[in-house]
T-cell receptor, first 111, second 113 residues
Framework: QKEVEQNSGPLSVPEGAIASLNCTYSDRVSQSFFWYRQYSGKSPELIMSIYSNGDKEDGRFTAQLNKASQYVSLLIRDSQPSDSATYLCAVWDTGRRALTFGSGTRLQVQP | DAGVTQSPTHLIKTRGQQVTLRCSPKSGHDTVSWYQQALGQGPQFIFQYYEEEERQRGNFPDRFSGHQFPNYSSELNVNALLLGDSALYLC????????????FGEGSRLTVL
């Protein structure tokens, strides 16, 4: 069974700090990776996608991918209280044409 | 441009009953997938519909069935409801050539008593 692992948290950071969220995956042939943000009681919202090794930056968000280590991370710079949410790491399963999600990391940004 | 819309947003059923959830995909999207999200867990893939046929299926029993209509909208049916079916049911749409950039609706929260 293909798996995606995340620390459930909560990860607590002060406002203005960098939040670092990590994810590992089991399927070596995976090629597409995503970070979704989910506010309490709401549906997941796509915030980042990454397909190649290295870093991809979008505003305050940076996604990092290391396929050799089967590791994906999300950095949030200048964290704001509005970033408090659960962050879901997802890996595209080409065979099933479906996303496999981790259980999410809850981030709390303290004002 | 309307995003993915789902109905109803909340519903309560009792064990053994049947439920139908509905989804309209984002404009231009032709592929609809359904996911189940239990409390505190990540979404789990139920199945995917394309060209009015079930194309892929996750590890869910036959009590879970679906349908896709010519206008790409979709339904999820669950028969013989169990307490464990209580969850947020998410519909996601994409292009058939997409590789994971799914757009989710707001979900239907099902409570089974």
């Amino acid at each position: 069974q293909k798996e995606v692992e995340q620390n459930s948290g909560p990860l607590s950071v002060p406002e203005g700090a960098i939040a670092s969220l990590n994810c590992t995956y089991s399927d070596r042939v995976s090629q597409s990776f995503f970070w979704y943000r989910q506010y309490s009681g709401k549906s997941p919202e796509l915030i980042m996608s990454i397909y190649s090794n290295g870093d991809k930056e979008d505003g305050r968000f940076t996604a990092q991918l290391n396929k050799a280590s089967q590791y994906v991370s999300l950095l949030i710079r200048d964290s704001q209280p509005s970033d408090s949410a659960t962050y879901l790491c997802a890996v595209w399963d080409t065979g099933r044409r479906a996303l496999t999600f981790g259980s999410g990391t809850r981030l709390q940004v303290q004002p | 441009d309307a995003g993915v819309t789902q109905s109803p947003t909340h519903l309560i059923k009792t064990r053994g009953q049947q439920v139908t959830l509905r989804c309209s995909p984002k404009s231009g999207h032709d592929t609809v997938s359904w996911y189940q999200q239990a409390l505190g867990q990540g979404p789990q893939f139920i199945f995917q519909y394309y060209e009015e046929e079930e194309r892929q299926r996750g590890n869910f029993p036959d009590r879970f069935s679906g349908h896709q209509f010519p206008n790409y909208s979709s339904e999820l049916n669950v028969n013989a409801l169990l307490l464990g079916d209580s969850a947020l049911y998410l519909c996601a749409s994409t292009y058939t050539s997409g590789y994971g950039e799914l757009f989710f609706g707001e979900g239907s929260r099902l409570t089974v008593l």
